[in-house]
């Protein structure tokens, strides 16, 4: 579970933004709050966590880059070990709007919980070095040091681990994380720690192509159905659809693909060749995957009774397909737990499918693991009191000033239960709304 999560010095953020999951003390509902321990004991005060929080703003402000600084810094913490190689740049985007921040490290920090421990990490990073990283759990309630850095110089907690992790921090490179060293080196805190974004964190950018899921799951049954079942979600007229996948021997040329690039099926051809020579080559066997998906939908025969036709999966709308390759995502972070985070989530589809969507992470009970879905949208239907609560409504603003964006929330302003706060948002009462000038016609 995600407690909370800031960035500064990223693209459009120039100063610290915050995202806070943990709940403010208002009285709507409560039972859709996700509840934990910070002590592992029943009779502790229990820290109340949000399902769901929605980001708003105008075109540009930037609310999609707090995605982007998310996706970003988990995707170097679990590839830094294997991609910071000597002289590689870190790929880090600081805010370019002004003579100092260019050249100031970007920061990142996540507070989270993993297998009932409450977590601390965070790191800072110019280009070409990492210039402090550090990590702290709780295991019994009360934060711990586990390593803080500060360059090339390590500081570690006096305890039986501490020698290995010195021996550790020396095979660190300025550009690397010790986090990701570490995993690799089999230091149990870090492991533990790191699971967690392993584990736990999804991004919609990683289920856009439909061919590609149905190959993922081809032998997962109930995947399968739950991307059949949002398919009908999407589109009444769906009665029902089927999968087949194909995995064909690739032995030759001529079972390729016609359409490849001649640069990758010469190195396919060249791949084969060396399987077929290699010791035991009845064993390895290059195969090519293919899926195809079919739609039944209800229809009126000759004789004037229904039936079902078939409909390729190119004959769908944008929004169904769109639905269906999420499916995947959202199914496994209910299933399993974790996060799962989405640009523009009603982008191609309705607004009713997108409250559903979002009321899946609301309910308790089609979310007892305590998933959590963080997303950015255009979609004012969703700034309704009986749908969200403030807390889980956040906004991105742009200066016109100094072009440097700010993330804030709506219960920073004085709100009351029964206000209308989409008629309010839209009036420029919280900002991050486009300064237009419409011309009323007559």
Not at 43 to 71: C, D, E, H, Q
């Amino acid at each position: 579970m995600l407690i909370e999560f800031r960035v500064s010095n990223y693209r459009s953020f120039r100063d610290e933004a915050v995202l806070s999951m943990e709940a403010a003390g208002i009285g709507s509902f409560k039972k859709s709050l996700i509840k934990f321990s910070p002590t592992g004991k029943t009779t502790s005060k229990p820290v109340r966590l949000l399902p769901s929080v929605a980001i708003y703003g105008k075109n540009g402000g930037g609310k999609s880059n707090i995605i982007r600084a998310f996706w970003l810094s988990v995707q170097f913490i679990r590839n830094a070990q294997r991609t910071q190689h000597e002289n590689a740049v870190i790929p880090i985007h600081p805010f370019m709007l002004d003579d100092d921040s260019r050249t100031k490290p970007t920061e990142f920090e996540f507070v989270y919980v993993y297998n009932g421990i409450k977590y601390y990490y965070g790191f800072a990073a110019t280009k070409d070095q990492i210039t402090r990283e550090y990590l702290y759990h709780a295991p019994k309630g009360q934060k711990s040091l586990v390593f803080f850095r500060k360059g090339q110089r390590f500081e570690f907690r006096e305890n039986t681990e501490k020698k290995k992790r010195q021996l550790i921090s020396e095979a660190v490179a300025a550009n690397q994380l010790y986090f990701a060293v570490a995993c690799t080196m089999n230091e149990k805190s870090c492991i533990d720690a790191m699971r967690w974004f392993r584990e736990c964190i999804f991004f919609s950018r990683d289920y856009t192509d439909i061919p590609e899921q149905l190959l993922n799951y081809s032998e997962d049954s109930n995947m399968l159905q739950a991307i059949s079942n949002y398919a009908k979600m999407a589109d009444v007229g769906i009665r029902d659809m089927q999968f087949e996948v194909k995995s064909t021997e690739l032995s030759d040329t001529e079972n390729l693909p016609s359409d490849l690039p001649e640069g990758i099926k010469t190195a396919l051809v060249q791949f084969i060749k060396a399987l077929s020579d290699a010791p035991n080559s009845s064993e390895n066997k290059l195969k090519m995957g293919e899926v195809s998906a079919t739609s039944y939908h209800q229809g009126i025969n000759r004789e004037g009774k229904t039936g079902l036709y078939e409909l390729p999966l190119s004959d769908e709308s944008d929004g169904t397909r769109k639905l269906m390759a999420l499916a995947p995502a959202i199914e496994r972070v209910l299933n399993c737990g974790g996060v799962l985070l989405v640009d523009e989530l009603e982008k191609e589809m309705h607004p009713m499918l997108v409250e559903m969507v979002v009321s899946k992470f609301q309910s308790p009970n089609s979310n007892p693991n305590c998933a959590q879905l963080i997303f950015t949208t255009h979609n004012t239907e969703l700034l309704n009191m009986e749908i969200l609560r403030k807390d889980q409504l956040y906004f991105v603003d742009k200066s016109r000033k100094d072009g440097a964006s700010t993330l804030y929330s709506i219960s920073e302003f004085s709100t009351t239960t029964n206000e209308n706060v989409r008629k309010s948002y839209l009036m420029g009462k919280y900002g991050a709304t486009p300064d237009l000038m419409i011309e009323e016609v007559e």
